[in-house]
């Protein structure tokens, strides 16, 4: 488009830390950070720096949740972190939350927590903004993608538990119930089409509304032998549910048909509630119904982005080789030429990178890597597949060829081939 | 483009807290709030929720950045706010910086500082990854967009002196002092644009590097009487210091000609330092030169990112009228059709809304909102007009209308002049 005169493909030696054999094997320590290890940095317990490749990754998802929530009239904000004891007092939850909220004194001596989440502030900041007298029209849904904080008993398993995580949470606001279960259905539809966009299969369960309050709470889940949550499927009649909200842990049948369901470990990814009035009526956040001021009634809806990108390496990446799911690659295509110094390499080399040019022009911004590093095109293919980028372009002596998960071309006839494959791609995704 | 079927302008009567001047007018109170109340809300003392309309102003902020500080191969990371005090003990500044610094016991003793600046983490972060042994080509120049904090004194005077402010912070690591200096050209060269871009007049003061150590440094300033800084410029050599960094506090001739320096106040948005290897020594962050591990020469670099914000509100705005540069304008453009209920009503409001919809095909996603309001003409363009949005097109009885900054069309032969006008808008502004 003409709005980006400067429109450029990556090159991996200017690439910072791309990954590289050696040292991940080195880092291999047998937990799940070695997966990411192309990407995240390890610093102090449970807080690790989030570098370039995983930050792709990261804005990728943070795109398709932008899409698909200001596609139901969802408006972004940021709340503050630090959140005042007074309100979390309030709820009940500075006590309720116990060692896991991390607590902070400023030099006035006020008390504050770093918000693992956001009921309190943003019904505060709802209350605060009188909505009745400006004639803020219901439903209001606002969202933000920003980093909370947990202080983890024994963090661990990498950015699946970490102490700062990136998490997009949703907060409706509605004039009543059945209102509000509207909206819960369409930001649920929102959750299926976003889970289904990333691509790797996910369960909802019915879920316990826990520590925060309300009536009715669905979670998402990866299934995955790695997960630390325990749900229960029914194969006859769809039910799924999470072991926690089983009405007695011992009897696994199926409340909707009484088969025996079926017990499969899941790594929680997503959390919904309807919390009705609970923290509306707490704060005072009200709108103006039938000539009276009435309690808002409000939803919660959060993603664990970190553990998306997290469990998603988890589980389709084999040993050392990280695999995503391609919606959240990196990169989507790494174009290879011939090897430095080889007797091809003058000639082939300009137009290798002519196709990684026309490919960025095809694909999204900043969706194209060229291999510009003096490896062998088997050892640069190597590394690039096992970098989390779904296809490779390599143009060597034996001609033009096309390495794509599902399918291998090689001698391909002239370029329009490879073009029309990726325009495909583009067209049938719905790549951001 | 092909990637976004569902793209569509936005509506006032679905944008949450659009401004109403009734509420406004109520909130005036003095300070520069006032300003922004249409898009942040004050919560606890120095902590804001940033209401849709300045989350838009920050992204449209944050994308700027991210273009120019990705054409000079900035990679985009994100450093945890939690931050150990072993490294801010380290380099001495878990004592300099006194209680300014948010400090955080976890649940096993260990303290930690909320990150107002990450050198140290940076650094350790660099000196973890070992990057000679992985062979990552130098420079590397690693930025992030993210939050940080401040337990300020006395928070006020709104964002500008938030305890919780938005900032883009680059570091640079390069091989030694020469190419330290070539990087630290490269990146101020990156502000200037950023700051033309974004369109507000600025200064380039020299500065005093205070508690961050190094040798170089200079600050961005906006010129305004609510300024808090006061910076020196000599109207004859073009040499600009800020009284910080003066030798003589009384002497405020300039050093290089000896002229009499103007005295201004400034706004502070920018500051940059090269540090040498202050950071990179004590954290062990080497490269391998010349067969040896020598400590890397560092540059840091931040742009106040909400400061800006609000400054360009400050400084533009005139009373309850918000006005801020086209560039980051929350929308570029506000369409308003007939009042609902009069004669032309039926007729027009579909053109009108035709309008919109082909105005959001020429400008770039997300710059076109649609007054669907049940007001008056007058009454939308008046409110459009002060809520920071620099163009508004008219369909009503009197035909087609532009209102622009610097130029008024009255009946306007058809669509096709408005179109060219906005086409010729983003081919000079380069509009993101």
């Not at 009543?176 to 790797?200: H, M, P, S, W």
């Not at 499927?233 to 007695?248: P, Q, R, S, V």
Request: overall charge neutral; some cysteine.
């Amino acid at each position: 488009m003409f709005l980006n005169p400067r429109r450029l493909y990556s090159r991996t030696s200017s690439f910072f830390t791309f990954p590289s054999f050696s040292k991940a094997a080195k880092e291999d320590r047998g937990d799940v950070a070695y997966q990411t290890i192309f990407a995240i940095q390890p610093l102090s317990a449970g807080t690790f720096a989030i570098l370039p490749l995983a930050n792709k990754v990261l804005e990728r998802l943070t795109k398709i949740i932008d899409h698909e929530f200001q596609a139901i009239d969802g408006q972004k904000i940021v709340l503050p972190s630090l959140s005042h004891s007074q309100l979390w007092r309030k709820s009940g939850r500075w006590d309720r939350y116990g060692p896991v909220l991390f607590r902070v004194t400023d030099r006035a001596g006020q008390e504050f927590c770093l918000g693992p989440t956001h009921e309190e502030t943003v019904t505060q900041c709802i209350a605060a903004l009188e909505i009745s007298s400006v004639g803020t029209k219901l439903p209001i849904r606002l969202y933000q993608t920003s980093w909370k904080f947990r202080d983890e008993d024994r963090p661990k398993r990498g950015l699946l538990r970490a102490r700062e995580f990136l998490m997009a949470d949703m907060y409706s606001f509605d004039s009543d119930l059945e209102k509000c279960q509207e909206t819960y259905d369409t930001v649920t539809g929102a959750y299926d089409r976003i889970f289904n966009r990333i691509g790797l299969p996910f369960v909802r369960v019915l879920a316990s509304s826990g520590d925060m309050g309300g009536s009715v709470s669905h979670e998402y889940h990866y299934c995955s032998p790695h997960g630390e949550d325990v749900v229960y499927a029914c194969g006859t009649c769809e039910h799924k549910i999470n072991g926690e909200a089983l009405k007695d842990a011992n009897d696994t049948r199926c409340p909707s048909c009484s088969s025996e369901m079926q017990k499969l470990q899941g790594i929680e990814v997503g959390h919904t509630f309807i919390l009705g009035d609970t923290y509306s009526k707490l704060f005072g956040a009200k709108s103006f119904q039938n000539g009276q001021n009435l309690p808002l009634q409000m939803g919660c809806y959060g993603i664990g982005v970190t553990r998306i990108m997290s469990a998603a390496a988890h589980i389709l990446s084999q040993g050392l080789k990280l695999k995503l799911p391609d919606a959240i690659a990196p990169f989507t295509v790494g174009v290879i030429g011939p090897k430095q110094g080889s007797r091809e390499y003058e000639d082939l080399n300009p137009r290798a990178m002519e196709m990684a040019d026309q490919l960025d022009r095809i694909l999204p911004s900043h969706r194209v890597i060229f291999d510009d590093r003096k490896w062998s095109i088997g050892r640069k293919l190597l590394e690039l597949k096992s970098s989390g980028i779904p296809h490779q372009v390599v143009l060597g002596k034996n001609g033009l060829e096309l390495h794509s998960p599902d399918t291998e071309f090689t001698n391909v006839d002239g370029p329009e081939v490879i073009h029309n494959f990726f325009k495909e791609l583009v067209v049938k995704r719905e790549l951001l």
